[in-house]
T-cell receptor
């Protein structure tokens, strides 16, 4: 089955700096990679995703990159703000029909004002 | 608000109790999911229902019993739980089970087994 590893487990950055979270996956059949943000007392919320036919995707201050050859993908947050503080999860999934999403272990991001 | 609600938000139960968790989605989705979230571990998929039919039972102990009476409601019945079952239990829904990547999560029920 799929195995997703996520690093670092905790990350502290100064407000305005960038934050990078990295994930690796094992199953070459995975071709969909979502990222979730979980704020305290809430469930995970999808913030951005990328598919294997795309190398990079941006949405305002967040971007994801994918290296399918090396089986790793990353989340980049620029100009971090205190409201970016949360736990971030990466995940990997094959698409088509019913498929499971395999999650990473999460990164707790703290943005220091 | 994601359109997925869960009750109760917190639950403390003894090992011999029987309790139920409730999930309701207001999104018109046809697939619903139960996940277990433990500290420092990935989210664990427990059950999947598609159009009220269970399509996945991910080797979950029988002390967890799901029920999906209609496409908007999902229950997780709990009995004779163990302390290691203490965790955050998340419900999610998606338009279909084939579009699992479009999952919307509820806020979770924090379960403590004493």
């Amino acid at each position: 089955g799929e195995n997703v590893e996520q690093h670092p487990s905790t990350l502290s950055v100064q407000e305005g700096d960038s934050a990078v979270i990295k994930c690796t996956y094992s199953d070459s059949a995975s071709n969909y990679f979502p990222w979730y943000k979980q704020e305290l007392g809430k469930g995970p919320q999808l913030i951005i995703d990328i598919r294997s036919n795309v190398g990079e995707k941006k949405d305002q201050r967040i971007a994801v990159t994918l290296n399918k050859t090396a089986k790793h993908f990353s989340l980049h947050i620029t100009e971090t703000q205190p409201e970016d503080s949360a736990v971030y999860f990466c995940a990997a999934s094959p698409e088509g029909g019913y498929q499971k999403v395999t999650f990473g272990t999460g990164t707790k991001l703290q943005v220091i004002p | 608000e994601t359109g997925v609600t869960q009750t109760p938000r917190h639950l403390v139960m003894g090992m011999t109790n029987k309790k139920s968790l409730k999930c309701e989605q207001h999104l018109g989705h046809n697939a619903m999911y139960w996940y277990k979230q433990s500290a420092k571990k990935p989210l664990e998929l427990m059950f999947v229902y598609s159009l009220e039919e269970r399509v996945e039972n991910n080797s979950v102990p029988s002390r967890f019993s799901p029920e999906c009476p209609n496409s908007s409601h999902l229950f997780l019945h709990l009995h004779t739980l163990q302390p290691e079952d203490s965790a955050l239990y998340l419900c999610a829904s998606s338009p279909t089970s084939g579009r699992v990547y479009e999952q919307y999560f509820g806020p979770g029920t924090r379960l403590t087994v004493t």
